[in-house]
Nanobody, 122 residues
């Protein structure tokens, strides 16, 4: 069965960096785009970044562009989110998501990671 297992996250001071990783199994990873979403307390879940199946196309939310980088390794079946220059607005639970197809998705797919808390605070 499809599994997305996340690692990373935690508490970081403003201006700091964190790296999230998502290990996929149970499907042919290289055939699907992957995304990272986040949900802050009291807010709706939002798309943070997405990467196409071969990693050639990457999209970012305007709020994270220039600070976050999404990457994937199709040999290791992993997708990462490098987060730099973090601020309090980045505090949220972060989720990886398997897109419905190989292309950058317009909506989330059916499979989610377990979620990882990222807290930016001094």
């Amino acid at each position: 069965q499809v599994q997305l297992v996340q690692s990373g996250g935690g508490l970081v001071q403003p201006g700091g960096s964190l790296r999230l990783s998502c290990a996929a199994s149970g499907f042919t990873f290289s055939l699907y785009a992957m995304s990272w979403y986040r949900q802050a307390l009291g807010k709706e879940r939002e798309l943070v970044a997405a990467i196409s199946s071969r990693g050639l196309i990457r999209n970012y939310a305007s709020s994270v562009k220039g600070r976050f980088t999404i990457s994937r390794d199709n040999a290791l079946n992993t997708v990462d989110l490098q987060m730099n220059s973090l601020n309090s607005d980045d505090t949220a639970v972060y989720y990886c998501n398997r897109a419905p197809s190989a292309a950058i998705p317009r909506r989330p797919g059916d499979y989610w990671g377990q979620g990882t808390q990222v807290t930016v605070s001094s």
